[in-house]
């Protein structure tokens, strides 16, 4: 009997030591590891942050963008918007990869699943994405606890924010995210989208794509009351041209300064209420 019962200690240990943990990515696919990842790499700044907020001392490695928070600007620089470094995202050993997955890399990435290395794949849109992004990551990394209550924060300020804005006149904005070519976003896009929460209409908020390029004159048409740029105000010098736009007459071009406006992470809730108190001051 006590052989048994030793037999069955023995079995349980595992069980309660290294916990197998599973959590589905933004694919859809279900990602399962043995127990909470130990050591991760991230491959997008907005992953960076997300997994930081949760367990910063978990991070092995990033990709060359990555700069926030601070502590992450000294680990090794394994891929970068084009290109991923297979051999050294190997050399670090990750029990789990985050990545915002794109064609650039999609051939890397499908060589570390090859290569039985969990990929996780992070597209959030909106706070309640980044809320679900908490969740399911801190499943991942065992922290629980800690990414219920970011998420419960992230989800409380955008209903706020929603709450005060759906009822509000609408205020016309045109945002350019590219000088040459002129690119703008739509709602498929978490900024675009972000725009329409703060009861902003765009001239192209239902493209079918996240970046559709600009035609001037569609521009010239809408006549906006403000224009954005996510790069600095100088880059929406060439809109001067044609002073008949109200925007560019009562000078409300504004850029967009700050990663909190274009990595949809845990700060993107501060990067909206900024951009929807833009908005509202031009509210009749």
């Known amino acids: 009997m006590i052989r048994v019962w030793c037999f069955a200690l023995l079995l349980a240990v595992p069980v309660f030591g290294f916990a197998s943990v ?5 694919n859809g696919q279900i990602i399962r590891l043995p127990q909470p990842a130990q050591r991760v790499i991230t491959l997008a700044p907005h992953a960076t942050e997300l997994v930081a907020a949760l367990r910063p001392a978990a991070l092995v490695a990033v990709d060359t963008a990555s700069d926030y928070p601070a502590s992450v600007k000294k680990l090794p620089k394994v891929a970068d918007f084009q290109s991923l470094n297979i051999e ?7 029990d789990l990869v985050v990545v915002w997955e794109s064609q650039a890399v999609s051939q890397s990435v ?23 992004s908490l969740r399911r990551l801190g499943r991942l990394l065992g922290q629980d606890a800690v990414a219920d209550q970011l998420a419960r924060q992230q989800e ?9 804005y759906r009822s509000a006149n609408p205020v016309k904005v045109f945002l350019q995210v590219s000088e040459q070519p002129l690119l703008t ?4 896009s978490f900024l675009g989208q972000a725009l329409a929460d703060c009861g902003a209409i ?20 809408f006549a906006p009351d403000l224009i954005l740029s996510t790069g600095p105000t100088d880059t929406l010098k060439m809109w001067r041209a044609w002073p008949q736009i109200p925007a560019v007459k009562n000078r409300h071009l504004l850029g967009l300064e700050g990663d909190q406006f274009v990595r949809p992470g845990p700060r993107l809730i501060e990067g909206m209420q900024t951009l929807c108190a833009a908005v509202d001051a031009l509210r009749r």
Not at 88 to 94: D, E, F, K, T
Not at 156 to 164: T, V
């Open 156 to 164: 409380s300020r955008y209903q706020a924010l929603r709450q005060r």
């Open 185 to 188: 976003l739509s709602r498929q």
């Open 110 to 132: 499908a060589q570390l699943i090859r290569q039985h290395i969990p990929v996780f794949v992070s597209r959030p849109q909106t706070p309640l994405d980044v809320a679900s």
């Open 202 to 221: 765009t001239p192209y908020a239902d493209a079918k794509t996240e970046a559709p390029q600009v035609s001037t004159e569609v521009v010239l048409a």
């Open 22 to 26: 599973e959590a589905k990515d933004d």
């Open 88 to 94: 050294a995202v190997l050399g670090v050993h990750p």
